[in-house]
């Protein structure tokens, strides 16, 4: 792609902005470099369908930033310590209890449960962060950031804790300014719960814990043994690896308050100016119109999916069909899981993917009659629009419709115009949608005989020979498939 014409793209990108609650021109920091931190996950189980819906849609930022020729800083955090079995700052460490019940050594579940977390992503096509650092492996960065914090008068410490003091932060600061909510509400909404007496507010959140003898993750610290809050590792690391200001912060809707709030209210504490200058937000996957999530017990693990053994599943899923599933909805919407949504995918995938194979097949013509430009312009449109990849799929499909006409003879393009349509509709599809074509199943040479069948159909219907046509339509009715004729050409389904 011409350079000159991607520069012009990229100021056309639209963000929507959690923080400002509106779409802003992505303008990053230093052009041509870009900050992207994504939340990442808990390492003490397999990953589910609602985890691969944020590290899909931020691995097509991720896509899309590079595209447009900008140098990405992707750092996407492994937490491996200090998230508690509750926001409020109670209860076992949720790794410490996977190790407990399985009687391993907690990094021992880290290790094994990021291997396979690594698998399911790779297998989904999501690239590797540039840098994927572990909270208990930045212990100091988090105790010096807490120490910045206290100077500034943000933070107590009691008997071995240090909480932030949310009242305090709020008499000149936002609390709340992110996800919408007022300190007087949540104080009206929040109940004291039992071991919290050491905080002087209940909306004071952990910085550090006091580890009790008990506690097997443990690092010394100026207030005693302890661990760090899981708010803390997120702010440290982020602004360790992208600076104390950097561009875009992304994770899911369900982090947005306590975790993301408490994020600005960190920075915010310890260097006195907010750390992220766009937050990005995407929504939930539901299933029967519920959020899924383990603490639910509601979720379908990735491994349940690309197999199909889970009890809901009627068969199972591939990983593009999961990623093609995702990326047919737009980021902040939300998206309800059902066999028939993700049968769908599947066949729109496998339609698209067919014109993917087929557009190799195409050849010049010495005129053209489609406006290769348009189009182009029209995919850039929908992905500078905040992302949105419905209605770039929309755009492909239209274009497969195109590759089937240049197909059939009903369209053609000049040598020049095929190799530029053909070259972005492979970008669109593999380098910024992550698309890959799949091995072929039956489903798919089935799909190719039919194609191949309307080719010839098709012709016969040019040459007048309505004989031959009527015999492919009828004898394809006769086992059950049905041929439809329409002015952009015959499509075909299953009865």
Not at 134 to 154: C, D, P, V, W, Y
């Amino acid at each position: 792609m011409n350079r000159q014409y991607l520069c012009l793209m990229q100021n056309d990108l639209l963000i929507y902005n959690t923080l400002s609650r509106t779409k802003e021109k992505f303008n990053p920091l230093n052009p041509p470099f870009v900050g992207l931190y994504v939340c990442g996950p808990t390492v003490y189980g397999d990953a589910h369908l609602g985890h691969a819906r944020p590290y899909i849609i931020f691995d097509v930022l991720y896509r899309y930033l590079r595209h447009n020729g900008y140098k990405v800083r992707y750092v996407r955090n492994i937490t491996d310590v200090g998230h508690l079995e509750n926001d409020a700052d109670e209860g076992e460490d949720k790794i410490a209890k996977k190790a407990r019940l399985e009687q391993l050594e907690p990094m021992e579940v880290v290790k094994y449960y990021t291997d396979r977390f690594h698998d399911n992503m790779d297998r989904l096509n999501t690239l590797r962060p540039s840098i994927e650092p572990t909270a208990s492996g930045h212990i100091i960065e988090q105790i010096r950031m807490i120490k910045e914090i206290l100077e500034n008068g943000f933070a107590y410490e009691v008997d071995g804790s240090v909480y932030f003091d949310v009242p305090r932060y709020n008499e000149t600061e936002n609390y709340g300014k992110l996800s919408g909510r007022k300190v007087e509400d949540l104080f009206a909404n929040t109940r004291e719960l039992e071991g919290q007496q050491e905080k002087r507010s209940p909306l004071d959140f952990a910085l550090w814990k006091r580890a009790q003898p008990q506690h097997i993750m443990r690092w010394p610290s100026p207030w005693g043994d302890g661990f760090p809050g899981w708010h803390l590792e997120c702010s440290a690391m982020s602004t360790k690896y992208l600076g104390d200001e950097f561009d875009i912060h992304g994770g899911g809707m369900d982090l947005l308050f306590p975790h993301h709030e408490c994020e600005i209210a960190q920075s915010r504490g310890s260097k006195g100016h907010d750390a992220v200058r766009y937050w990005m937000h995407n929504n939930m996957i539901t299933i029967n119109g519920q959020k899924m999530g383990k603490s639910l017990g509601n979720f379908i693990t990735l491994e349940e999916l690309f197999s199909g053994t889970h009890k809901l599943l009627a068969q199972p899923y591939s990983p593009m069909t999961i990623r093609f599933f995702i990326l047919q909805a737009h980021y902040r919407s939300t998206l309800d899981f059902s066999n028939e949504a993700l049968q769908a995918a599947e066949k729109g995938l496998q339609r698209l993917m067919h014109a993917h194979k087929m557009a190799g097949q195409l050849r010049p013509s010495k005129k053209s009659d489609w406006n290769v430009a348009e189009w182009k312009e029209r995919t850039y449109e929908m992905m500078n629009d905040d992302l949105n990849t419905p209605r770039l799929i929309a755009e492909l499909f239209d274009a497969a419709s195109v590759i089937h006409k240049i197909k059939n003879g009903q369209l053609s393009l000049d040598e020049a115009a095929l190799e530029d349509f053909r070259a972005h509709f492979y970008t669109c599809t593999e380098e910024i949608l992550g698309l890959q074509r799949e091995e072929e199943s039956a489903d798919d040479k089935l799909n190719g005989v039919l194609e191949l069948l309307l080719s010839i159909r098709n012709e016969a219907r040019a040459r007048k020979d309505f004989a031959t046509s009527d015999k492919i339509r009828d004898e394809l009715q006769n086992v059950g498939i049905k041929i439809m004729d329409a002015k952009e050409g015959a499509r075909w389904e299953i009865e």
